[in-house]
């Protein structure tokens, strides 16, 4: 039967949306002659038809290596609480009946919805509105729940990877501590991951709350042993034992969630006051979401497109794509949106790193 389904990207964007958009358009088109609508902006597009176009195989030509998202995105704007202006203040208003009429009025089938925890709770939500939805599952920070990896992530650790090579030879050369901050608001897996394949000395996650003194230490014990430089690496969500995370910016009307950012000048200052070494802090920040996306990126984001069009043809709504070893299965959305997939404090890869001697902050 001839369909019509809409995709959409929301959240903060991340290499492989696009190989996923050319997975979802080719395999809707080439494997079933369905139609194929775009919708811009995330869930926007769907607050006003003049932003949703149909994708051809034209439009998706040339989109694999490239970073980003051809339909663009927002981190900002949930339907079911969004911000409107009145009286010159912006009061959250739940406008998802109109993304509802929208989808009906596009004549849309299904709505492919390819974020990260945020957008797919919004994606569960309009589900229970009678919305036939199919969530595959993206983020840099690799927190959701369901499946083994997010696309995108491999990209973004080969950045940190490539970070901290570039920042130990200058470490060296000046006998410095040098800190390198990354993204991951709750979950570390960035900073771990990376930390080990770049041969950090330090190693600071959000699911471990650190002791500076004991950082100091490791650092000192390093120097003692002529090593007289150290490599730290802090995922912007980590904070102290007993303390909290550095905020760049709180939450307002439009920002549900505040912004980080600032944990590296932190950690720097007080490795300052407690040894005499140079410290530099170097901010990785979005350079992680940028990019053309790695081989395996790709692969992964074809093949959660091509299986998301796979799920609509045989009428698996409700549902998420997920890798679960090497093979793709599928998992409520419902229960993949509830918790966030974070490091075990007392996993494998943590015990890894600390038998390496590698300095976990606590
Ligand atoms: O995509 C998730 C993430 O990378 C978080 O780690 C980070 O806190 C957030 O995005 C930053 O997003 P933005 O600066 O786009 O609001």
């Known amino acids: 039967m001839n369909k019509k389904i809409g995709i959409l990207t929301g959240g903060g964007d991340c290499p492989g949306l696009n190989a996923v958009i050319r997975g979802v358009v080719k395999s809707a088109i080439i494997r079933h002659g369905w139609e194929v609508i775009g919708i811009e902006d995330g869930f926007d597009g769907l607050l006003d038809l003049s932003r949703c176009r149909e994708l051809t195989l034209e439009s998706v030509r040339g989109i694999l290596p490239r970073g980003g998202t051809i339909l663009g995105t927002t981190n900002r704007g949930n339907p079911f609480s969004y911000p409107v202006e009145q009286d010159g203040r912006f009061i959250p208003v739940d406008l998802s009946n109109r993304v509802v009429e929208n989808f009906r009025t596009l004549g849309l089938d299904a709505l492919i919805v390819v974020g990260g925890e945020g957008s797919l709770k919004i994606a569960m939500e309009l589900s229970k509105k009678g919305v036939p939805v199919v969530g595959i599952p993206k983020t840099i ?13 491999n990209t973004a650790l080969e950045t940190a990877t490539d970070a901290l090579d570039k920042l130990h030879t200058t470490a060296e050369s000046h006998h410095r501590v040098m800190i390198l901050e990354v993204m991951g608001r709750y979950a570390g897996w960035i900073a771990l991951e990376s930390g080990i394949a770049g041969g950090a000395d330090v190693i600071l996650i959000p699911e471990i709350p650190y002791d500076f003194d004991r950082i100091c230490a490791a650092i000192k014990k390093r120097s003692d042993r002529g090593s007289r430089f150290s490599i730290i690496v802090a995922a912007e969500g980590a904070f102290p034992a007993g303390g909290d995370r550095v905020v760049a910016r709180a939450a307002d009307a439009w920002n549900s969630i505040e912004r980080l950012g600032g944990i590296g000048q932190h950690v720097a200052k007080q490795i300052e006051k407690c040894l005499e070494m140079e410290v530099r802090v170097t901010v990785l920040g979005h350079l992680q ?4 996306p790695t081989t395996f990126d790709r692969a992964l984001g074809s093949r959660f497109g091509t299986r998301a069009v796979a ?11 997920s890798l679960q070893g090497r093979n793709l299965g599928t998992v409520s959305i419902e229960d993949a949106a509830r918790e966030l997939n974070l490091v075990d404090p007392e996993g494998e890869i943590v015990h890894t790193a600390e038998d390496m001697g590698i300095m976990m902050g606590r």
Not at 141 to 153: R, V
Not at 311 to 321: D, H, K, L, S
Request: hydrophobic share 40%; net charge negative.
């Open 141 to 153: 920070d690799n927190d959701l729940l369901g499946t083994d990896f997010t696309f995108g992530y």
């Open 289 to 292: 979401r940028g990019g053309s």
């Open 311 to 321: 799920m609509i043809a045989a009428g698996e709504f409700g549902r998420m794509v």
